[in-house]
């Protein structure tokens, strides 16, 4: 080697180093691979799974996970590989509220939560729920489980981790909702947000269901990360009201995305608002839209820009997002069962950042949907 390489190999290396120093340290302080889990650190992973693959982690501040199931990606397993994430980290606690549960990988989850010493206890729909094997092996090992055996539903479909952090949305714990439906979950963590679940799944776990439950929600609305969030459980809280109560502050849009919505007032205060200059646009489950009670005809014949929804399968929201400002969701659907028979949970969330995300999704749904032929709704 000449006297010349030999000098440039003395300081090429320390630059390299450097480089790699600093690139290393850039990727490490942004998150890197291994973002914080807990929500009362800085930065909380804010993962949105949609068709776009958009994901990532929120700046500083973010204080929620929100998820997105992805129907044309047979492969994507998001939704429910983050709930048993979250099971997996739990420490002392799981109270479970599940419509249906089928899927192994959840069960064994719940398992091995158990089994290290977590506290399990589970209220679930007989009626959904007691044919599925997975329920049958929470059974086996012991664990307590509450059904409701009326003929209304136990529609729920949350988590409580710890006393602490609550996961909720339209997911049921189904293959079918991972893989085939149009679905969505949200994972946060707030004193308020868990007390009010854990007394409502009290409730139910001591077979207080549907109208029979105690109209005692501790925090009706509280304030999150400077937002105020408002919580509502039916069929004792009257969940429907509260939906119209918000959808009439809207000044410039509502959106929605509906698996059911049969509900008249609702219905009309979207017409009400119309008649102000609110522009009022959405997707219906295609599968029942066209049907008596389906408020689908009523707001297409109105001149709404209304849409069928473009999945083969379910589509299974239960969304409405108010001028992209706040956003409303849960298990609860737009329907007098809903608000009158079922036990359901319900968000109403002023946070804009939070209803851009239900604005982003529906927009890709949106785009994904059909239009209805003449003033029918039928594909």
Same mark, same amino acid.
């Given at each position: 080697?000449?006297?010349?390489?030999?000098?440039?190999?003395? @300081?090429? @290396?320390?630059?390299?180093?450097?480089?790699?120093?600093?690139?290393?340290?850039?990727?490490?302080?942004?998150?890197?691979?291994?973002?914080?889990?807990?929500?009362? #650190?800085?930065?909380?992973?804010?993962?949105?799974?949609?068709?776009? #693959?958009?994901?990532?982690?929120?700046?500083?501040? $973010?204080?929620?996970?929100?998820?997105?199931?992805?129907?044309?990606?047979?492969?994507?397993?998001?939704?429910?590989?983050?709930?048993?994430?979250?099971?997996?980290?739990?420490?002392?606690?799981?109270?479970?509220?599940?419509?249906?549960?089928?899927? +192994?990988?959840?069960?064994?989850?719940?398992?091995?939560?158990?089994?290290? $010493?977590? #506290?399990?206890?589970?209220?679930?729909?007989?009626?959904?729920?007691?044919?599925?094997?997975?329920? &049958?092996?929470?059974?086996?090992?012991?664990?307590?489980?509450?059904?409701?055996?009326?003929?209304?539903?136990?529609?729920?479909? %949350?988590?409580?981790?710890?006393?602490?952090?609550? @996961?909720?949305?339209?997911?049921?714990?189904?293959?079918?909702?991972?893989?085939?439906?149009?679905?969505?979950?949200?994972?946060?963590?707030?004193?308020?947000?868990?007390?009010?679940?854990?007394? +409502?799944?009290?409730?139910?776990?001591? &077979?207080?269901? &549907?109208?029979?439950?105690?109209?005692?929600?501790?925090?009706?609305?509280?304030?999150?990360?400077?937002?105020?969030?408002?919580?509502? %459980?039916?069929?004792?809280?009257?969940?429907?009201?509260?939906?119209?109560?918000?959808?009439?502050?809207?000044?410039?849009?509502?959106?929605?995305?509906?698996?059911?919505?049969?509900?008249?007032?609702?219905?009309?205060?979207?017409?009400?608002?119309?008649?102000?200059?609110?522009?009022?646009? $959405?997707?219906? #489950?295609?599968?029942?839209?066209?049907?008596?009670?389906?408020?689908?005809?009523?707001?297409?014949?109105?001149?709404?820009?209304?849409?069928?929804?473009?999945?083969?399968?379910?589509?299974?929201?239960?969304?409405?997002?108010?001028?992209?400002?706040?956003?409303?969701? &849960?298990?609860?659907?737009?329907?007098?069962?809903?608000?009158?028979?079922?036990?359901?949970?319900?968000?109403? @969330?002023?946070?804009?950042?939070?209803?851009?995300?239900? +604005?982003?999704?529906?927009?890709?749904?949106?785009?994904?949907?059909?239009?209805?032929? $003449?003033?029918?709704?039928?594909?």
């Amino acid at each position: 080697m000449s006297s010349t390489s030999k000098s440039k190999s003395t @300081w090429i @290396w320390p630059l390299i180093i450097i480089f790699l120093a600093v690139a290393y340290y850039f990727y490490t302080s942004s998150g890197g691979e291994n973002p914080p889990q807990n929500p009362t #650190e800085e930065v909380l992973g804010n993962t949105t799974s949609v068709p776009t #693959e958009i994901s990532g982690v929120l700046p500083q501040g $973010g204080y929620f996970e929100i998820y997105f199931t992805i129907p044309l990606d047979p492969n994507d397993k998001s939704v429910e590989q983050a709930l048993i994430s979250k099971i997996d980290a739990s420490k002392t606690s799981i109270s479970m509220a599940v419509f249906e549960f089928d899927i +192994e990988e959840v069960a064994e989850a719940i398992l091995r939560a158990e089994k290290r $010493g977590v #506290e399990v206890r589970v209220v679930y729909d007989n009626e959904y729920s007691d044919p599925d094997p997975q329920m &049958g092996m929470l059974k086996a090992a012991g664990i307590q489980t509450i059904p409701d055996n009326r003929t209304a539903l136990m529609h729920n479909k %949350f988590f409580v981790f710890d006393d602490a952090c609550v @996961w909720t949305g339209s997911f049921n714990i189904s293959d079918n909702a991972s893989k085939k439906n149009n679905e969505n979950a949200i994972y946060f963590c707030s004193p308020e947000a868990a007390e009010n679940y854990s007394v +409502e799944f009290e409730e139910m776990f001591a &077979g207080e269901f &549907g109208p029979t439950s105690t109209a005692n929600t501790p925090h009706p609305a509280f304030e999150i990360n400077g937002f105020t969030v408002e919580n509502c %459980f039916a069929s004792e809280d009257n969940c429907m009201e509260k939906v119209i109560n918000a959808v009439e502050k809207a000044n410039t849009s509502v959106h929605f995305m509906a698996f059911s919505f049969t509900d008249d007032d609702l219905a009309n205060a979207m017409i009400t608002n119309a008649n102000r200059g609110v522009v009022i646009e $959405g997707i219906f #489950e295609s599968r029942g839209a066209n049907t008596e009670y389906s408020e689908c005809n009523t707001l297409l014949k109105q001149g709404f820009d209304i849409r069928l929804d473009g999945n083969p399968y379910t589509f299974h929201h239960k969304v409405i997002i108010v001028d992209e400002q706040f956003v409303i969701f &849960g298990s609860f659907n737009f329907s007098a069962s809903a608000d009158k028979n079922n036990d359901e949970n319900l968000l109403i @969330w002023y946070d804009p950042q939070l209803a851009q995300l239900f +604005e982003q999704q529906y927009q890709i749904m949106k785009s994904q949907a059909v239009i209805p032929q $003449g003033l029918s709704c039928t594909k």
